[in-house]
């Protein structure tokens, strides 16, 4: 039987847990090119100008690898998930040392009409993150890069539920118990974000 992405990744993840050093290498070369695009995602244009994504995503690896044996294998997705929240705990601690004498840009950057063609790309886009190989991903790059500028330009509450939705694949009522909204509220946001996620992403 063909094992999926997932069933790979629940593998990999137990034999570097076993101090498989093999393991660990194709953990970072399966995950690498997905963490650099969720880190780009969460960014935003002013903290990207001020930090090289490929940096953050060796601090997110290293750090991933150090607590490796802190993880839990649960459900589908949950190590990307984790990488995900490693992610987000980095750069809130970039924000704070690079902005502790400025002005607050955390909100902006903050973790915390159908057009089929436009919709189609994003779709593929957040699948090549979150579910492909790295070469799917580099064979999504423009879109990926389309879809970077797109989420720039949304207001922090969008761009915070499309990540959490689409990426770190979390229910309406998981991104409910964390914002402090009802399920359906959330539903609602993520509609909203979804439509003018596309009408952005036409006109990049």
Not at 9 to 35: F, I, K, P
Not at 96 to 107: E, G
Not at 154 to 160: G, M, N, P, T, V
Not at 198 to 204: H, K, P
Request: charged share 30%; glycine share 4%; hydrophobic share 40%.
């Amino acid at each position: 039987m063909r094992l999926t992405v997932n069933d790979k990744t629940r593998h990999l993840v137990a034999l570097a847990q076993d101090g498989d050093e093999s393991a660990l290498n194709r953990l970072c070369n399966v995950y690498g090119a997905r963490v650099l695009w969720i880190i780009r995602l969460r960014m935003g244009r002013e903290l990207r100008s001020k930090l090289e994504s490929i940096d953050v995503v060796q601090d997110v690896l290293m750090s991933a690898l150090k607590d490796l044996g802190d993880f839990k294998y649960k459900t589908q997705g949950d190590f990307l998930r984790w990488l995900s929240r490693i992610a987000e705990n980095r750069l809130r601690g970039y924000l704070q040392r690079l902005h502790a004498n400025k002005r607050d840009i955390r909100k902006e950057v903050r973790f915390d009409g159908y057009r089929p063609t436009a919709e189609h790309s994003i779709v593929a886009a957040l699948d090549a993150i979150v579910t492909t190989t790295p070469s799917a991903i580099m064979s999504k790059r423009e879109d990926l890069a389309k879809l970077a500028k797109a989420i720039d330009a949304l207001k922090s509450d969008y761009r915070q539920v499309i990540v959490l939705t689409k990426i770190e694949g979390l229910s309406y009522k998981e991104i409910g118990d964390r914002l402090g909204k009802s399920s359906e509220a959330v539903r609602k946001l993520v509609a909203r974000a979804l439509e003018e996620l596309i009408d952005i992403f036409e006109n990049v």
